[in-house]
């Protein structure tokens, strides 16, 4: 048996992941006093301890009544859940939580074991109580209970580790934002103006295709040698102020640089549409790491509006992507969780003939995936009926 203070002692180095804590005790010997009548103390009063009241259990019922504040709990969770190729974070998390993007609330494990805030197809999800406190960890994952109060502790950030990412269960579907990480952007108002583009292509081709050569101008000391070859399309423009947001990027194709100079040498490696001369070169992204992200609430309050839809669909449901009204400048990360709202109708008052604006109405759930100065790519994760451009976004609930 271990004591009070060796336990508090080995608790106090205990390092934590994302201030979540999973289960394991340290035990305290019950206190026992002897009377020894030759000894000195005998005449001493003994004060006799408080007898020790049984702890109180929580059924799993009666703890979801607890947690409902907080983290609201499905009735219906299963003991445990087997994870599946191509299930997400969400998904297995909406097995559990009634608001799916609170798992990180309630997510624990040890950060000793491996990269923790990844799972993997055949890792089994399990959800226990403590103190009446939902957890969600993996089987055999060992956690720590939390140290005893005045034990100073110490908060980790998610950090880079050495592991196969590829098999890795993602937070959102891969398929739906892929290429978003690197084929599609929002171009700033004056992103352009420094921008290489293409002068001519060899021979004064009018369009160039894979494998064409094209000369370039205004590209100086480059950093890389892939590009993405771009055309402004869409006008992005907020709906209250009629402020340029940004332009949508159509993706053309890609190029390669060949050889610097005044103008440079580009070969075309991929062509999606036509490239013409007078089309602007941006450096090639591919940002997986974007797939591993943990969803949360905006740092503040933020309000915007859905103003674009991704890829010319003209109604919006789960899994489309689209265009806010909100990017760096309001403080927009990745992972932040926005509630969608339908703007209340008029309609009228059969009694008294006035017009009624009825009040907005929840119509789904999006998650920010990808941030430009004043716009931003989010996931629409939740849909309970079709939405259109122009609902109003803000936070969670």
């Known amino acids: 048996m271990i004591s009070n203070k060796a336990c508090r002692a080995s ?41 020790v009241e049984e702890e109180a259990t929580t059924t799993p019922m009666e703890a979801e009544e607890v947690a409902s504040d907080a983290v609201a709990i499905n009735r219906d969770y299963p003991d445990r859940y087997v994870v599946k190729k191509g299930d997400t974070l969400w998904d297995i998390a909406a097995t559990f939580l009634k608001s799916p993007w609170l798992w990180p609330e309630v997510w624990n494990i040890n950060p000793k074991i491996r990269n923790p805030h990844l799972i993997y197809p055949g890792d089994v999800v399990v959800l226990h109580y403590v103190e009446g406190k939902p957890f969600l960890t993996l089987e055999g994952a060992g956690g720590v209970l939390p140290p005893p109060k005045g034990i100073d502790t110490v908060k980790l950030s998610p950090r880079i580790h050495s592991t196969n990412l590829e098999k890795a269960i993602t937070t959102i579907p891969r398929s739906a934002i892929d290429a978003f990480l690197y084929a599609h952007r929002v171009i700033g108002e004056k992103e352009l103006e420094a921008a290489p583009y293409i002068v001519t292509t060899y021979e004064q081709h009018l369009v160039a295709g894979p494998g064409h050569r094209i000369y370039v101008r ?59 001369d007078g089309d602007y070169l941006l450096p090639l992204q591919n940002d997986r790491e974007a797939l591993y992200f943990l ?103």
């Open 218 to 276: 205004r590209l100086v000391e480059p950093k890389v040698t892939s590009y993405q070859v771009v055309r402004p399309g869409l006008v992005y423009k907020h709906p209250d102020t009629g402020e340029v947001l940004g332009y949508e990027a159509l993706n053309l194709g890609e190029s390669h640089l060949v050889k610097v100079g005044t103008p440079s040498t580009m070969t075309v490696t991929r062509a999606y549409q036509e490239i013409l």
């Open 11 to 51: 608790l106090s180095g205990i390092l934590l992941f994302t201030g979540i804590w999973g289960l394991s005790a340290c035990s305290s010997p019950p206190k026992h006093v002897e009377s020894n009548p030759n000894s000195s103390s005998a005449a001493q009063p003994v004060e006799q301890a408080a007898p």
């Open 295 to 397: 969803p949360k609430a905006p740092k503040k309050q933020v309000e915007g509006y859905i103003i674009a839809v991704v890829n010319g669909v003209t109604e919006i449901g789960q899994n489309n992507v689209v265009v806010l009204s909100l990017g760096k400048r309001e403080g927009m990360e990745q992972g932040d969780v926005l509630d969608i709202y339908q703007g209340g109708i008029l309609v009228r008052d059969k009694k008294t003939g006035d017009k009624v604006k009825l009040p907005n109405e929840k119509a789904g759930t999006l998650m920010v995936f990808r941030i430009f100065d004043k716009t931003s790519y989010a996931l629409v994760i939740e849909a309970t009926r079709p939405l259109n451009t122009l609902n109003i976004v803000k936070n969670p609930k």
